[in-house]
């Protein structure tokens, strides 16, 4: 018997899918306009995990550069087929279409977590989004996701499935449609995942109702993977959308169903963690449930029937403490695997070595493309982060420090700019200015953003002058599919050599 907590991974990790590999599990989770893309995380234990790579991760594989936040990379699956593992995903476009580089469903393959991962082998022939796949003997199908042709109501949409080859990525057959909701007006099936049910069979899995406050897991049952499938007489089997906001952990669905080495059935879930009734900065995390079975049902957690903080369940250890603090100087050789950046690999952005981080100016952060910023999940709804820089201006216009990246469209931004003041800039206007004088610029700033839930405190300087206080901007559904980023940035002119970057948690 252990006790661990949910979120079982720090910061934003939306659509977490799940497999078992040998004696270890694989989790795979979405990451957007985010490079290196689709992290990977591997666990002995199902609750304590570690980042091992990711599934996207050198140049040449995908093109995401210029994408609008919460476009890119949407909701992996991860699964063993014939010893290898492979990871089927889907590129989605900005709302606007008003992007030049390729959409649709790809699958990368490896014969490890680590890696390599292959190049992108792309699925046509199929439109859609969260594509899935099931291994039946020496068959593999492809399921996923659609808004329905003929829709009947809005958001309605349907499930589809269809024999896949592997190596290939062609259509075997044609896509037959297994399912249309849950009940008359259901909308964005999203996260469908067929697995072999324990009595013969198959069980579709899926999310209904929205990534928001809506959110449910549904079942649906079949003797034949092709349908027809029979939905289950008590969904949803799991849901918080009868909580309200106010509840500590609310809009959970997107589930993925494991098997221990000992036979016990596991589910990962999606769910958001409101602060006061407010969404939270971090967006959508990860998070476990134990599953049983009654007469051929899956219970999400048995006599409880929520996703709790605290859980205590047979078939797991306890815990571990998760490290509380990170200082990073960018003197080693290879970046730390939790460095991202937007829409480029940060390899394409900086270099690193012995005398630390060299950024480059870029773009706007308010921009899509072009931006210089390396970035990690915040950990925690309190959390701090410092930086230590010294900036080269080329031009007036030039500044450096540290950011806080929701979107392309909210941040929160505290740096030093070549004319030797300290600036403030929050979802793209100023906010605040303080002079530090141009005698100052050949010296290292001391930078610190201090995270409070959904306020922030910003300082500069070892002593820690306060320069302000604000309100952070948190995730705007329904297109605020992802969390906060926080790292170093670089805009304009010039450049900047990060010599020290702090994060802490709690």
Request: glycine residues 14%.
């Amino acid at each position: 018997m252990g006790r661990y907590r949910n979120p079982v991974l720090p910061g934003c990790h939306p659509d977490p899918s799940i497999c078992r590999f040998g004696d270890r599990y694989v989790l795979v989770t979405s990451s957007f306009e985010y490079l290196p893309g689709l992290p990977v995380h591997v666990s002995d234990d199902l609750v304590n995990w570690t980042l091992v790579g990711h599934a996207l991760h050198r140049p040449g594989q995908i093109d995401l550069s210029g994408l609008t936040s919460s476009s890119g990379t949407y909701a992996p699956t991860v699964r063993e087929v014939n010893g290898r593992l492979v990871v089927v995903c889907t590129v989605v476009g900005p709302e606007d279409g008003d992007w030049a580089g390729r959409t649709g469903h790809f699958l990368v393959t490896a014969g490890a977590p680590e890696g390599p991962w292959s190049d992108p082998v792309w699925i046509d022939g199929v439109g859609g989004f969260d594509p899935s796949i099931t291994v039946d003997g020496d068959r593999v199908w492809l399921c996923g996701t659609r808004e329905a042709v003929e829709g009947y109501w809005p958001g309605r949409t349907e499930v589809w499935v269809a024999e896949l080859d592997l190596a290939t990525g062609a259509l075997r057959s044609e896509p037959v449609v297994i399912w249309t909701g849950a009940a008359v007006g259901a909308v964005w099936a999203e996260g469908p995942h067929l697995l072999p049910h324990p009595d013969g069979g198959w069980m579709l899995l899926v999310a209904e109702g929205g990534t928001d406050l809506e959110h449910a897991v549904c079942v649906a049952y079949a003797d034949r993977i092709e349908g027809p499938y029979t939905g289950d007489a008590g969904n949803p089997r799991l849901s918080h959308r009868d909580l309200g906001p106010v509840a500590p952990i609310v809009a959970v669905g997107h589930a993925d169903l494991v098997d221990d080495v000992e036979g016990r059935s596991w589910a990962t879930v999606l769910a958001l963690h409101p602060v006061d009734g407010r969404r939270g900065i971090l967006g959508r995390r990860t998070s476990l449930v134990p599953v049983g079975w009654v007469d051929g049902r899956p219970l999400f957690a048995p006599g409880v029937g929520r996703v709790e903080q605290t859980v205590t369940a047979e078939g797991v250890p306890d815990q571990r403490p998760r490290p509380t603090r990170v200082v990073e100087h960018f003197t080693a050789e290879r970046l730390d695997l939790e460095w991202n950046g937007a829409g480029r690999l940060p390899e394409e952005i900086a270099t690193w070595g012995a005398e630390g981080l060299l950024l480059p100016g870029g773009a706007e952060p308010s921009e899509t493309a072009g931006v210089s910023f390396l970035g990690r999940r915040l950990p925690d709804e309190i959390s701090e982060a410092s930086l230590r820089l010294r900036i080269t201006p080329a031009g007036d216009g030039f500044r450096a420090g540290v950011l806080l990246r929701v979107s392309d469209a909210q941040q929160l931004e505290l740096s030093v700019t070549g004319a030797g003041e300290a600036i403030a800039v929050l979802a793209g206007a100023e906010v605040g200015r303080l002079p530090l004088g141009r005698d100052a610029l050949g010296d290292e700033f001391e930078l610190t953003l201090r995270i409070r839930n959904l306020t922030a405190r910003l300082f500069v300087g070892e002593e820690e002058v306060a320069f302000c206080e604000l309100d952070v901007l948190a995730p705007r559904p329904p297109r605020g599919f992802i969390g906060a980023w926080v790292g170093p940035v670089s805009v304009g002119s010039g450049e900047a050599r990060i010599t020290r970057f702090t994060l802490s948690a709690g």
